[in-house]
């Protein structure tokens, strides 16, 4: 049975990975902070099948002591400040966990484990004020936020470590992969959310920042399948997961709106509060080398996906009401 480490196991991505290893007959380790106790609804299905260990992205220590008692075979880097709004607010600490946090953990695994395979999850923001279009593995990165500044780095030591130490290091530039597991914050959810709050007539709106911005979009539960596929590989590589496709915020919004009946027009507004200091205008994968390379193909369309979302949505809302309505006329 090989063993796998999750650092990121109580996000969405992590979640995914930790379904998608346990099928393939993995003991599955995730690695959280004591902090992080509380927030485990993403993974409280899992927690009979899998285990939690204590270690933090800020401390050396904590992580040399993990690689040592534990020793995986495979190391899935998925934890961040994955917000990038909020690495405005908080660059400094964004760079520490999202750039420095990977040092440590790659300096852990060369000093105590070096045959562990180690995934870096990078990401399409790196890109930023876009080169080229489409994005593929030999475009130049230009990134245009804290967030996707400590990417950079946290890619490139990556690419270090795997050269200088001969480390199975790779990075999955994976383009934005979204699920009802994403959180709130995050436009996709945001968009979803409202739509069932507004069909369900426990909103009339929803304030939005520059609806022209594009990204490719895909589902997390086809993305993962990616990062497991890239520590197969006899060789260490990185690689772009897309769709290879581009959608618009206001495409977003039509496609959610219109899933329930509703013209998005009536209910979107745009609010000066919610645009960046400095946008990003597309991001657009180009997937061929995973495509060619891995094998890997996307199940779930962009549809398909928002459809999904908006359905979780509307189900959530209605058992909450549903609750309320119990608490209310229960004697």
């Not at 934005?176 to 409202?194: A, L």
């Not at 329930?260 to 180009?286: H, K, N, S």
């Amino acid at each position: 049975m090989p063993t796998a480490l999750i650092t990121g196991i109580t996000g969405q991505d992590g979640s995914y990975l930790a379904e998608l290893l346990l099928d393939k007959g993995y003991r599955v380790l995730g690695m959280v902070r004591h902090t992080s106790y509380p927030r485990l609804e993403r993974i409280e299905h899992l927690l009979d099948r899998i285990e939690l260990v204590e270690a933090d992205l800020t401390d050396l220590s904590s992580l040399i002591r993990l690689m040592e008692k534990y020793k995986p075979d495979e190391v899935y880097n998925l934890a961040a400040q994955s917000f990038v709004p909020t690495s405005w607010e908080q660059p400094i600490l964004t760079g520490e966990v999202n750039a420095l946090g990977v040092t440590r953990l790659l300096e852990a695994i060369r000093m105590a484990h070096p045959k562990a395979k180690f995934y870096q999850a990078s990401t399409s923001e790196m890109y930023g004020a876009v080169r080229e279009v489409p994005q593929n593995e030999n475009t130049p990165f230009y990134p245009r936020s804290p967030y996707a500044v400590a990417k950079v780095y946290a890619h490139w030591i990556t690419v270090n470590y795997r050269e200088s130490y001969g480390l199975f290091a790779v990075s999955g530039i994976l383009f934005n992969h979204e699920s009802p597991r994403r959180g709130i914050q995050f436009v996709t959810r945001k968009v979803t959310y409202h739509v069932a709050k507004i069909k369900l007539g426990l909103a009339r709106e929803v304030r939005l920042g520059n609806l022209e911005s594009k990204r490719d979009w895909g589902y997390t539960g086809d993305y993962v399948e990616a990062m497991w596929l890239m520590l197969q590989q006899d060789e260490p590589e990185d690689y772009v997961v897309g769709m290879g496709e581009a959608h618009s915020v206001r495409e977003l919004c039509e496609v959610a709106f219109s899933y329930v009946g509703l013209d998005y027009r009536e209910f979107v507004v745009q609010d000066p509060r919610y645009f960046r200091p400095v946008d990003v205008d597309i991001l657009l994968a180009d997937p061929t080398k995973a495509k060619t390379k891995l094998g890997w193909q996307p199940k779930v369309s962009f549809e398909e996906l928002i459809h999904m979302m908006v359905d979780a949505d509307l189900e959530r809302l209605k058992h909450r009401l549903e609750r309320e309505r119990r608490t209310i006329f229960t004697p």
